[in-house]
């Protein structure tokens, strides 16, 4: 999607109503492709849904010798990484600047080839997002890294080894590169302050049934002993729980009523906590979760974001927007990152009321508290929100921005939508199916 193809129009006011199904999460399936790279056979991985990310990753694996191709049933792929060793990368800059995932290449093609040369990274721009933690993992494991103008090279002198690791921050890059690259180190890793998110859980599935021996305790410690050699796997992708929340706000936000087919619960627990809080309605059944606004007004909340089991990151910006709708004043303290509320001051422009401050308000002190970051906003509602021109800044602002305008009066004209199809299957069959009133500048109505 490119040019006029990038814009579209929304004509607000119409509540989204109907059933969507989510598939596999973007924050997993890329990562048990990578995990393909370290078996010694061929891996199958369902659930995978048609976002860019995987489109990505796809090609970054086949870049490396890693043959894709469709499985038996719709949405499973076939891993065979065979041909590794005699990969030619030539191309390997043009992936510069795509996803996040580039930098998990680093320990399966240490361990395979003893050699990596890793990109400059994509993913959203939220924050500075660095990388350090990653490095000095693979450092401690015992790897060398040269950065250079086009990229980080790297190199596994020996075997890598296992080592004890403590995160300062339970990152889940830093814990997924870990688990990567432990699983075939000599002798055991241990990882504290880990991150233990579902993804990640749904990762070290993935990597036992490769034949990886790992623990997982209560008190976010990971130990792994690593094992000679990898089979491949066969596995169903957890759930995307990102994309299920962003539709039941959406439900909320437009006072709408929406199914979420595949939708689970188990992985939404904290989000449903939150959900019920605000005045949204749920009931959840075996193939997914139905999420409405049961009328009436919305009420006001205290939400911080946290690694989990606290409320994702991912889920804020979709959520505040329901939250201009809520009676009285909301505190949203974002400490996962420290600028994810700039997509506020567009909000702001279509009538919302939102306050941005440097202090951390409403919860605990967190990493931005003293930095000048503006990372707390106070919501105050409920303000009607009106059509207006948007600029799409990130994967979730810009699913934020397509909620407001579909809540708003009037019309807007929402520019950068391509952006959501990184994380976001099929989102504009997925809004025809639930009714919603949009336009491509064209005239045909998606
Ligand atoms: C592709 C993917 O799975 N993306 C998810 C992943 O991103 P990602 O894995 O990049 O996020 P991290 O959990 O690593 O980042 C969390 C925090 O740690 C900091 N940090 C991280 C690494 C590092 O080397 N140094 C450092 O300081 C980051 O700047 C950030 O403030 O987890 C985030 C937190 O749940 C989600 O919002 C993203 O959707
Ligand atoms: C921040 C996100 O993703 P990424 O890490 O891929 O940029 C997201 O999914 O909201």
Redesign the pocket.
Known sequence: MTGTDDVLLVHGGTPLEGEIRVRGA??LVPKAMVAALLGSGPSRLRNVPDIR?VRVVRGLLQLHGVTVRPGDEPGELVLDPSHVESANVADIDAHAGS???PILFCGPLLHRLGHAFIPGL???D?GG?PIDFHFEVLRRFGATIEKRADGQYLEAPQRLRGTKIRLPYPSV?STEQVLLTAVLAEGVTELTNAAVEPEIEDLICVLQKMGAIISMDTDRTIRITGVDRLDGYTHRALPDR?EAASWASAALATEGDIYVRGAQQRSMMTFLNTYRKVGGAFEIDDEGIRFWHPGGPLNAIALETDVHPGFQ??WQQPLVVALTQAAGLSIVHETV?ESRLGFTSALNQMGAHIQLYRECLGGSDCRFGQRNFLHSAVVSGPTKLQGADLVIP???GGFSYLIAALAAQGTSRVHGIDLIN??YENFMDKLEKLGAKVELPGGSLV
């Open positions: 973007k924050n990310d996803s996040r995932i994509g993913g959203c939220i997002r890059g990102l990151t991912d990152y990130d994967l979730r990184r994380g």
